[in-house]
């Protein structure tokens, strides 16, 4: 693996000789002064300000895992930043790094199991008893701190890590090459290991050497395939950016194994959502050319709660269902839900839509929404409505009324079925029209297509429930949904619109 050229940055000092700890090995810091600051007070006033200028979404729930690059500070920085600012502060003991050497090739996990790595900012101690439990899980997983000497690809992570953390540990691992299953047994292992106080970071850069446009277009793809969770589909759009010859494209994602690992991970019962949180390349840097850049990107990857199977992910802010309030408290959204459900049951053995009078004043504010009717986890119908026309309580149960018995898709509720429906519903945001389907976000993102009397919706969360890569996504919504040909979205005539959703639905008994 070449080490990339466009990371050597800086050239500060390197600061002053740390005092060892007697008795453990030190790993000594290898690009303190060329990826980053090599001074101890310039480093931390950096890394300081690249936090300060971070504005990521404000994350309740717990992060298990985050995807970040490795370049040097003044590429990458401002995008690691990104993920950086997601855990500050947080309680977090144990920090698996994991990357793939960009020094030498071997067929094993290689992890550094005593000691300490060294900073500028100080000496960042090895989690000694978790490196143990490793190193007897698996004979493929060994003691090699040799392979780690050199590698930048951990070590710049741990600036960051020292200016965010308190009182963390870190279990230092590389990999070498792309060996699925090297990458499985590592995830395998992991897994009954971590709990909420473990963080897991995949190191990785993104495409390396094409020009901007083509840099952006191939990273937005690895990123689609990534927050699918599906390594799958990450193998396919990996395969397919080869097989299209992206121009001077080396890779399109230099240390994957750690990518692996998350994907993974995120795929336990328990579930880990995967939220962009930035995208840029070295030509967005002041010090970078767009006729030859790297990508990088930064995803958090945040334990779902257990009360609810999607949660709003608002322009700013990501909300936490069980401690906050988005459009609605929570007492006001299982009013709502009680209201629809109460509608559809009262309309189906009467044929009458019962009188309501809202207790929260929220209620009487006009929203579009849409009603969505699960039975046994499987759609049952789904309308909504985008015009804020009228109360939100009004539309509710216009909309539950037509979720129940006007879904072309679906026959009339029956009354034998009313005790087995779910209910979901999703209060919509204003839709803007964007040029391309490059300003759209999966799960963040609901869409509409257009043309002519063709029209077709999803809400934000199809994506999420589906795993659909953006393509499949645009392409289920042109043919599916608005009865037009598959990559319709990709015809200049057509209208693509975005919104987003707070989505709720009743606890889970």
Known sequence: MIVISLSIAFTFPPGDKKDQAPGIPIRKAAVAGSFYPGEKVTLENYVDELLRQADPPKIANSIRAIMVPHAGYIFSGPVAAYAYKAIEGRDIRTVILIGNSHRRDFDVIAIDARGAFETPLGLVPIDETFAAKLLASDPSIVDRPDFHESDHVLEVQLPFLQRVLKNFQIVPILLSGDSPGLAKKLAN??????????????????????????ASSADQATLDAILTRKTENLDSTLESLALKRVPQADTFLCSPSGVRVVMLLAQDPRGLQPILLKYANSGDS???????????????????????????????EIVNPEASEGILKRSEQAELLGIARSTVESY???????????????LQKPFGAFVTLKENGQLRGCIGRF????????????MAVSAATEDPRFRPVSTDELGKLEYEISILSSLKKVANADEIVLGKHGVTVSKGFHHGVFLPQVATETGWSKDE????????????????????????????????EEEKK
Do not use: N
């Open 189 to 214: 292992v992991l897994a009954p290991l971590m709990d909420d106080k473990t963080l897991v970071i995949a190191s990785t850069d993104m495409s390396h050497y094409p020009p901007y446009a083509e």
């Open 387 to 398: 015009e804020a026309s009228e109360p939100l309580y009004r539309i509710i149960r216009k």
């Open 348 to 362: 189906i053995r009467t044929g009458k839509v019962p009188e309501v009078t809202p207790r929260s004043e929220s």
């Open 286 to 316: 002041p010090a970078g050319e767009k006729g030859r850049v790297v990508g990088y990107g930064a995803v958090a990857f945040v334990a779902k709660p257990t009360s609810m199977a999607a949660v709003t992910l608002p322009e700013k």
């Open 473 to 504: 996504f645009l392409g289920e919504l042109c043919s599916q949904k608005a009865g037009l040909p598959f990559d319709c979205w990709k015809d200049p005539d057509v209208d693509l619109e975005i919104f987003t959703a707070e989505v709720f």
